[in-house]
């Protein structure tokens, strides 16, 4: 066994193992009982050995993270809600919201209406 596997040592350093090979050196050395001589393969061995995670692995965390995805999407659209002004314009008459357009806009001008001078007002009270 031990010239074996020096064989297919040498085969591998070569470049000339078989995929099967490939494998039984990867066996042998997932074995605990390495020759001395041999020890120092062992970590390249059991670096190329090591196993792929299950497909199940993947999975969970991939849910997982397109359910916090979802969720943080979520609260922020929620959160964005709650703290944007509102949109719609609004007039306030004798403690009474009114959000009609025309309503407002005839308010509006009429209060403008209501503070705007005269030219001969302002020169009076400028000089006063």
Known sequence: MKNNIEELLNKYFEGETTCEEERQLRRFFAKGLVPE???VYRPMFAF???RRKPFRYYLTYSLGA???TFLLT???SNVYRHLSPSVSSYVVIDGKQYTDAALVREQAKAAFHNVSFSEEDV???LFE
């Open 37 to 39: 001589h041999l020890e």
């Open 123 to 125: 020169f009076v009270t």
């Open 66 to 68: 397109v359910a916090a």
């Open 48 to 50: 190329l050995g090591k």
């Open 74 to 76: 979520i609260g922020v």
